[in-house]
């Protein structure tokens, strides 16, 4: 069973930044991709950024040049660094990772942690 723990939101202020972590019970070589959604209230959930297993990232064009995702394979654990944030990156980030088979693809998520930017 995949089990995706992620840690590090809160309250941080307008321009201000914040690291986001997502542990994985197993080792991260086993996901094509591991990564970052996200839903703020009342809207649909959001790709923010992913990286596959190869390491090469892929982010949303509104956190393109303030967010950095990394991996550490030796801790199983996927990173995003959060700069300059704005209240519209308010939102529930979840992890999330997939798996692809030759006819289906396997998504696994956590329970979200919440960030919240305001003054």
């Known amino acids: 069973q995949v089990q995706l723990v992620e840690s590090g939101g809160g309250l941080v202020q307008p321009g201000g930044s914040l690291s986001l972590s997502c542990a994985a019970s197993?080792?991260?070589?086993?996901?094509?991709?591991i990564g970052w959604y996200r839903q703020a209230p009342g809207k649909e959930r959001e790709l923010a950024a992913t990286?596959?297993?190869?390491?090469?990232?892929n982010y949303a064009d509104s956190v393109k040049g303030r967010f950095t995702i990394s991996r550490d394979n030796a801790k199983n654990t996927v990173y995003l660094q959060m700069n300059s944030l704005k209240p519209e990156d308010t939102a529930v980030y979840y992890c999330?990772?997939?798996?692809?088979?030759?006819?289906?693809?396997?998504?696994?998520w956590g329970k979200g942690t919440l960030v919240t930017v305001s003054s």
């Open positions: 999330n990772a997939i798996r692809l088979y030759p006819s289906r693809v396997m998504n696994f």
């Open positions: 197993g080792s991260i070589f086993s996901f094509n991709a």
């Open positions: 990286i596959t297993s190869g390491g090469t990232a």
